[in-house]
C-alpha cells in the first residue's frame, strides 16, 4: 500500500494537471486538437504539449488520428469518463463555496416529465422558492420513460431527475449507479372533466366507457398498455383512442370540455381538479421517485430542494389518502 501511495505522490500527483485533462476533453469533443485550440483559445502547439504531457506521466496513448479526425484510444475514453466525475466534483466544490458565503444563493438543474412538470413539481418548487427565493432553478423536460434516459443525470447535466417508475422493474432497467427515493405511489385512475355526464356516476364499468372518445399516451408506454390491458381482462376491445398524445395541456382541454376521458396518474387528476372515475383498474404501484447519482456528492441547494420535494411529496400523499381535491385545501405549509 505504501508503494502505491508513493507511485501517486511521485508519478501523478504532482504531474498529473486538471487543464491537461479538460484540454483532453476538449480536443476529444471537437475530434480536432485545431478546433479545441480555437475554443480554448490557446494555440495548437500548446495543446499538443498538454496532450503529451499527459501521455507522458500515464505512460500510455491517449489519442489516434483517423479519417474521421482524432479519437481517443481505450485509455483516452477510460481518462475521459473518470474526468466527468472530476470536473463535477471541482463545480460542486465551487457551489458549495458560494453557498457557504450566501446560504440563500444556489443553482440546481432537474430534469422530468411534462406530466411531473404539470402535476407535483409545482408545489414544491413553490415550497422550495419560499425558502430560497435567490436560487436559481432550471426545469427541463425529458424523454419518457424518463428513468431510460438518463444519459443527462450520467453526464451531470442535470442533478436530479423526477420519474414514475413502474414497480417491480424491467430487467432493462440498470441502477445499480442510481438512487432512487419514492416520494409517493401514483396509480393510474380513469379521470373526466369535471362537468361530464360521467362524473356524476357513482359506479361504473370499464363496458360503460368503451365506445367513448379517449386521449391516450402513444402504444408501448405504461399509460397506454396498462388501460388496454384491463379492457383485455373484460372480455373487451382496444378502447377508442380518439387522440394520441403526451401533452398534458391538450388533455386537459378536452377533458375540461367534457369531450374525452383519459388515464393519468391520481395526483394529476387530484391537483388539477377532475373527476376520478369509479373504474377499477387492476392496482399496480406507480411510484413518483427522485433519481440521482450515487456516486455524486450534491450541492447544498439539491439537498435543500430535495428535503422540499419530500414535505411536498408528502403532502400530495396525504391529499390522495383524504380523497380531496386541492381546491378544497390549503396549500402545503412552508
Known amino acids: 500500500m505504501r508503494r502505491v501511495t508513493m507511485e501517486w505522490e511521485s508519478r501523478l500527483g504532482r504531474r498529473l494537471r486538471v487543464r491537461d485533462l479538460y484540454i483532453l476533453s476538449t480536443v476529444v469533443k471537437s475530434r480536432s486538437m485545431a478546433k479545441a485550440a480555437r475554443e480554448l483559445a490557446m494555440s495548437q502547439p500548446s495543446i499538443s504539449e498538454a496532450i503529451a504531457n499527459l501521455e507522458h506521466v500515464l505512460g500510455v496513448r491517449l489519442l489516434d488520428r483517423s479519417p474521421r479526425g482524432v479519437e481517443p484510444t481505450i485509455y483516452g475514453n477510460a481518462i475521459i469518463r473518470r474526468s466527468v466525475a472530476v470536473f463535477d466534483e471541482l463545480k460542486q466544490s465551487v457551489k458549495d463555496i458560494e453557498f457557504l458565503s450566501d446560504p440563500t444563493t444556489g443553482e440546481l438543474s432537474i430534469g422530468c416529465r411534462e406530466s411531473i412538470a404539470a402535476t407535483a413539481l409545482p408545489w414544491m418548487m413553490e415550497r422550495f422558492a419560499c425558502k430560497y427565493p435567490r436560487v436559481l432553478v432550471h426545469v427541463e423536460d425529458v424523454p419518457s420513460p424518463s428513468i431510460r434516459s438518463l444519459e443527462g443525470l450520467r453526464g451531470r447535466k442535470y442533478d436530479l431527475i423526477f420519474a414514475r ?170
Open 165 to 334: 417508475w413502474p414497480i417491480p422493474l424491467s430487467r432493462d432497467d440498470v441502477v445499480d449507479d442510481l438512487n432512487v427515493e419514492t416520494l409517493f405511489d401514483d396509480p393510474l385512475v380513469v379521470t373526466a372533466g369535471a362537468h361530464s355526464a360521467w362524473a356524476r356516476r357513482r359506479k361504473l364499468d370499464l363496458a360503460d366507457l368503451a365506445d367513448e372518445s379517449w386521449i391516450l399516451a402513444p402504444p408501448q408506454t405504461w399509460n397506454y398498455e396498462w388501460v388496454a390491458q384491463a379492457f383485455a381482462a373484460r372480455g373487451l376491445g382496444a378502447p377508442k383512442v380518439s387522440v394520441v398524445t403526451f401533452n398534458v395541456h391538450l388533455t386537459a382541454h378536452f377533458l375540461r370540455k367534457g369531450l374525452s376521458l383519459t388515464a393519468y396518474p391520481r395526483s394529476w387528476a387530484r391537483l388539477n381538479g377532475f373527476k376520478i372515475l369509479p373504474v377499477s383498474l387492476p392496482l399496480r404501484a406507480w411510484p413518483l421517485s427522485i433519481v440521482t447519482l450515487k456516486d455524486r456528492t450534491q450541492s447544498p441547494s439539491v439537498e435543500r430542494f430535495m428535503d422540499c420535494a419530500r414535505e411536498a411529496g408528502k403532502w400530495i400523499a396525504d391529499l390522495e389518502k383524504s380523497g380531496s381535491s386541492v381546491h378544497t385545501n390549503s396549500r402545503p405549509r412552508s
